[in-house]
């Protein structure tokens, strides 16, 4: 199983930028689609966005379309959530996520919290009206 640790999480004003990123240990962490998904309180776990092993092939989640971008580094072991633009709807906690089974050429199970093999611990991204 890949180990995921996020960082870059914060408090940041309205219209502001944040990037995240998502260290992840283990060798195989290349041949894994990545994904990003939030909670916020009193809500359920959402999904935000995932990024083929490739790099090659990205889904965003609607209400983040345009504003954020995620990328990977393999060499680095890392992906990456930049988020422009920030609304006070996109607080929550920030979970980074990998895919149960390695070399999925498709990213419709990332969409599903069902489809995580591996989660992060989060980080929290508050943003003030």
């Known amino acids: 199983q890949v180990q995921l640790v996020e960082s870059g999480g914060g408090l940041v004003q309205a219209g502001g930028s944040l990037r995240l990123s998502c260290a992840a240990s283990?060798?195989?962490?290349?041949?894994?689609?990545m994904g990003w998904f939030r909670q916020a309180p009193g809500k359920e776990r959402e999904f935000v966005v995932a990024?083929?092993?490739?790099?090659?092939?990205?889904f965003y989640a609607d209400s983040v379309k345009g504003r954020f971008t995620v990328s990977r580094d393999n060499a680095k072991n890392t992906v990456y959530l930049q988020m422009n633009s920030l609304k006070p709807e996109d607080t929550a906690v920030y979970y980074c996520?990998?895919?149960?089974?390695?070399?999925?050429?498709?990213?419709?199970?990332?969409?599903?919290?069902?489809?995580?093999?591996?989660w992060g611990q989060g980080t929290q991204v508050t943003v003030s009206s």
């Open positions: 283990g060798r195989t962490f290349s041949s894994y689609n």
């Open positions: 990024i083929s092993w490739t790099g090659s092939t990205t």
């Open positions: 996520a990998a895919a149960k089974f390695p070399y999925n050429s498709s990213l419709r199970n990332l969409r599903e919290v069902t489809g995580v093999g591996s």
